[in-house]
């Protein structure tokens, strides 16, 4: 007996790409006709770009710095600040209608969890910075320990 296969049909997945698309070509259309959507969105770009790549120059080293996150933070501060002035220039037509309220609201959302996962790094990192402070001072502990059993009798403790 063999083993039954189902393929997912395409169809969903097709037909919200179609939306997206849909919706793009509006976006697109709405910046040639706007000059003020038009710098914002070029000012979305070039701070999503910066963030993207303060990332990517983390990933190429596995590690991520605290300089890159430290861009990536005040990128997305700017980008928030820069979203907020839109909806309160835009708040009356906002209230107005379903669709821009609901994505407000999920704007506001996503900045609350974005808030909370920047909270939990700065946890973290102090928790790391409290914790490099005391490999530092057991580090200088040893070393005076080690300098004083030299000069006592001679020898090196600690390599």
Not at 41 to 63: K, P
Not at 135 to 145: H, N
Request: include cysteine; aromatic fraction near 6%.
């Amino acid at each position: 007996m063999g083993g039954h296969m189902s393929k997912k049909s395409a169809e969903p997945s097709t037909a919200i790409n179609l939306q997206f698309l849909a919706e793009l070509t509006s976006y697109e259309a709405a910046c040639k006709a706007d000059a003020d959507l038009q710098s914002f969105d070029r000012s979305v770009h070039t701070r999503t770009s910066h963030a993207i790549n303060a990332l990517a120059m983390g990933v190429e080293v596995r590690s991520l710095s605290f300089d890159s996150l430290k861009q990536v933070t005040e990128c997305l501060l700017e980008m928030n600040q820069e979203v907020v002035k839109v909806i309160l220039e835009c708040k009356q037509d906002i209230w107005k209608t379903p669709e821009l309220f609901e994505l407000v609201e999920e704007y506001f959302e996503n900045s609350l969890q974005t808030l909370d996962f920047c909270a939990a790094l700065e946890k973290c990192l102090k928790r790391v910075k409290d914790s490099q402070l005391l490999v530092t001072v057991a580090l200088q502990q040893f070393e005076d320990e080690d300098q004083e059993t030299e000069e006592k009798t001679g020898e090196t403790r600690y390599l």
